[in-house]
């Protein structure tokens, strides 16, 4: 059977159960690679991904939930020459040591920013807490959130979709 | 009796009662101590209070999300509006640093703050008042040591007419009796130790009991309550439950937020399961105790249905890959962690599905660092349509019961009024 | 194929407190077993770096004809930034940008053998020998551009790719190296760049990884995708030893999408066209199946008195004066720390070919020499046949799952040849049978004499394996549940200067009568190996927090103390640095507030750290909130500035949450450490709020491994700073919890 979905913007056909997890519909029928199996128990976030422009776990998703939603991954936020607000500030704070958790981290912040114009720390580190790193780069992606945030770029952006 | 008389009587009754409310309503301020009054450095007064206090969950009301503990500031949400909770660190300035022992001991017999300006009920004096003096004492001694913080929370949202703090000496002729209760006849000590903390302290049937229009307690005493959208479950049917409940049970529950045979502790329980955990273990073995002592005979469980016609097909469907990584038997949080069965919760098997859609909306939230029960929220990933089918399928295919009547109109609701 | 039997070679025989070990006649996995490090033997002894087991300059860097540069290593990429920070050595010392460079690390068909990429060797081993032979190579390519143009080799400017003369005339890196033989041995002496030249060592290189990871480009074993790939999953017993009875591998099989189950005695898997399929099969499978006996796991609550207890190789690391002399005053103290888990974020992930009677397997292991030939011993091929390449997983720290999976991949995809097979763990498997870091306990007593000085120190550890890498086909999991089933080699100590459990045991203060024992335990029950720092974390607290009680005895300033007590210059240096930067003269205590300070040199060989740090105890609950940590690190020379400071800030963190909230969860009948719940690590909401790295500059001083090196003080600095904020000494980790309310 096959369902459609809008990913990133684009309408996309698959093929996978209806009773898939998003992430695997995405990583393995879809071949994209930003969302990634951490714990397939909605725990650590490195599955993360947007779904009407809130951060849910892809882990937890099913296929047959998304409907008309709109899905968007990380590669839907920018390339390497072309990256996102959020993709760049990391890049510039060098925000990433294994870098597994780290497209993860950029969808949930994604969220953040778009909704809110001004967060504070607290703010922040609140809305980020179902994310996890074990690498300790927490204090450069705040760092990097807090930048992108202090621009104020992703809410102007909101609602020009 | 002629209706003159009648009416005269009535007025004459009213007359006294207004005298009296109003007596009760203009109460005298307490003069405030000094700040330079020394605290008590009695060990065992200070763990005794802090006893005390975590078997009042005090710090639960009284602290915020991310505020400091005892600072206040925490929203509660009455039928009637929104009260929070005050700062009681012993700050000087914005907490109770000047009050004196006689002015906390009529807070907790009275509701009534230092001051003199009455107390809402949503602060529970109504159970506390039935506390010792030595309790008093010792809550009093633990929190005057805890740490002052400087904070004033937010102003109250309440309808013009129930800012005005004299009316609540009306509700408290009707449901106040202050000081401390007789012991139960013939009753062993343990028994005697958990009614005195189950109706003072512990004030369960405040959560756990229906409240009237007004907020009084209604007669069906623990008989079952709503808090935040939850079901607080009766307390006096525990024994007719699919699996019957046991005071070892309960009192496992109550320290740990865990029973290996009827589920997690969630919502406004989690967190009084959390203070538990710091209360002397023969206390929560009491309180289990004595609440099974009153259990009262209920109807039979539901009858299990082998078979349905309930289309579940969408919710087995969306279980699979939203739910069974946790909530199937061979899932590792099932087999290695001996978590029970959805078929054994009480949101399943509730009457009410309130319970199921709030655990399903909101989930379990960490409680860092510690190890702890945990659930991710599903209000962004499933839609009310969703929700709805996964908990039909839940409650007909794995609790094998009849459907709940008025699951969607629940669902709608809850979303609206918690996760808008 | 030939038949593996129970390993027969390696059988140890323990008699008291002392192990005798009977070698099996494959000299060369005993050596490997001697060696922690994995390393091929010495070829050339007065070669810098891992030149000395690897002297051929092409097998580091080789130059097509057209100009093509190719750079080699055999350290792996491990989340650490090496593989930047290595091709910035060979870049600079060739006269190219990082990205004219191709660089190929860790495959066992094409790149030198350096063993694990462990013990913060990567820098010095593996950057020293390519800064060399890279500075050779350039010599060699101005020889050769001389040569053909007809002019002195000084004359000439050699920048990206081309080497210029004087008069204009130039020519490409692959016309003037040809005729000139790379397959040479690399000389003892360089001509290497003056340290005033240099563009990229000792500069913040954006990192060559980072945009990739940030865009959804592959860059992980986990995001490998070939051509007809199959998904697999594994089925774990319920405790290590349980056999498998039965399982209805005839359901499984008629599930969707499946291919095949692959039974072998007690081990269990499945393989699918597409992975939720797989999964789903593994689950039903793990359903179904029924297991016998297994081992029972000790009681957690009596943990440490169980470990004592357990028969010990006593090993006396250092005897120096006499420790029996009267002291003025003394302090005695224990500390414990629990099993810890590695936690890799991503579980681990292999995939492996049999084609042409060849096996590739892609993996994350830190070794792909030592892998490769313990799969070779698996599988009963020769190590020619078996090819490991290095593929990134999620940070390891350590030995996690990777080569228990890369074993399951290649036994998954021996029967199904000719389709690569893609396995990855799930996070219970990944948490359950992942080699633990070890429990420990350490013991100290020490005494000052009159004059406040230290002037004894008895010191006692009691760990576990460190170790339990690949070596023989036994070590690695699956392998214990094959009809023919394997049994790991002995464990073995690390040895001094590096160590194992003793890492870090003897402290670089001068003192005169000192006593350290490493009590090896060769068989615990639950399984461990090396986690980041070994027993470094342990050793640099029971130490730094031991100097902190002494200084308060002899009424002394705690940094003053430890500057009084050494006489490493380098080592006083951070000390004053982290202070001076902290403000640790004018720091004021608070309430429920307490300051710590920590130093530690790692392996008393490599990087020197100080750290002083603030923290807050909330009383009412417990919570530990870290105000402020301020770092300072001499490595040597820096190769790159921001890479360090990374690396640090993460072992941080890290050991912060190692230190304050972690301990493995097990009871009898297994690990109950399924997931993040029952493993709580350091989330958001507890990251510090302030977290400062300073680096101290060392230009052209020896590369100093640098990644493990803040685990211990930061650990150290944490009691040291919980002890003054609730005024009580904390000494059994994980230090928050209960006992830190009042």
Redesign the interface.
Known sequence: MTTKINLNGIAKTTDSAPSSPLLYVLRDELKLNGAKFGCGLGQCGACTVLLDDKPVFSCLTPLAAVADRRVRTIEGLGSADAPGPLQAAFIKHQAAQCGYCIAGMVMRAQALLEKLAHPTEEQIREHMEPNLCRCGTHMRILAAIHEVAASGVLHAKKGLK | MRLKTKIAGLCTIAVICGIAALTWALQPAIAPISSAAPMTNDPQMLTRGQSVVALGDC?VCHTSN?G???AGGLPLRTPFGTIYSTNITPDPETGIGSWSLAAFRRAIRHGVSRDGHLLYPAFPYIHYTQMTDKDIEAAYAYLMS??PVNYTPPDNELPLPLRFRPSLAFWNMLYLRPGERQTVPGADHQIQRGHYLVNSLGHCASCHTALNAIGGEAKAMLGGGTVDGWEAPSLTTLGSTKVAWTAKQLESYLRTGLSAEHGAAKGPMRAVTERLA?APQADVEAIARYIMSIQVTADAPLQQTASHNMPTQ?GA??F???????H??????S???QRPSLALSHSVNSDNPANLIQTMLG?VP?A?????????P?A????DE?IISIAQYIRADIGKLPPWQDLPQKVVHARKEIHP | MTDISTNMGRRAFMKGSALVVAFSLFPQYAQAELNAMGLPQVLNKNLPGSLKSTPWLDAWIKIERDGKVTVCSGKVELGTGVRTALVQIAAEQLELMPTEILFIAGDTSLTPNEGFTAGSHTIPDSGTALLHAAAQVRTLLLEGAAAKLNTDAGNLTIRSGKITSPDGRSIGYGAAITGIDLHRQASPASRLKPLGSYTLIGHPVHRLDIPNKLTGGASYVQDLRLPNMVHARVVRPPVKGARLISADVATAERLPGILKVIRDGSYLAVAATDEWSAITAMRALTASARWDGGGTLPEPKTIHASLQALPAEDIVILDKGNINTPKARTLKARFTKQYLMHGSIGPSCAVALLADGRMTVWTHTQGVFPLRSALAELLGMPDEQVRCIHTEGSGCYGQNGADDVAADAALIARAIPGRPVRVQLMRDQENQWEPFAPAMITEIEAGLDDSGRISHWHYELWSGSHNERPGNAGKLVPAWMLSKALVPSPSLPMLQPEGGGDRNALPLYVIPNAHITNHFLPRTTLRTSAMRSLGAHINILSIESTMDELSSMAAADPVEFRLRHLTDSRAQDVIRAAAQQFGWEHRNKQRNRGFGFAFGQYKNLMAYVAIALELEVQPDTGKVNILRVVAAVDCGQIVNPDGVINQIEGGILQSASWTLYEQLQFASDGIKSIDWSSYPIMRFSRVPAKVEVKLLERPGLPFLGVAEAAQGPMAGALANALGQATGKRLRNLPLAGPQLRS
């Open positions: 710090m991310s400091a503990p005892y805890r740490t710091e969408q469907t969306l699979a890959a939203a739910c069974a990584s946790c199937s038997a061979s899932a590792p949080m087999a290695s962690a989930g960490w860092v660092p510690h190890s702890a029960i945990y659930m991710p599903f962004d990933v499933l839609t969703q």
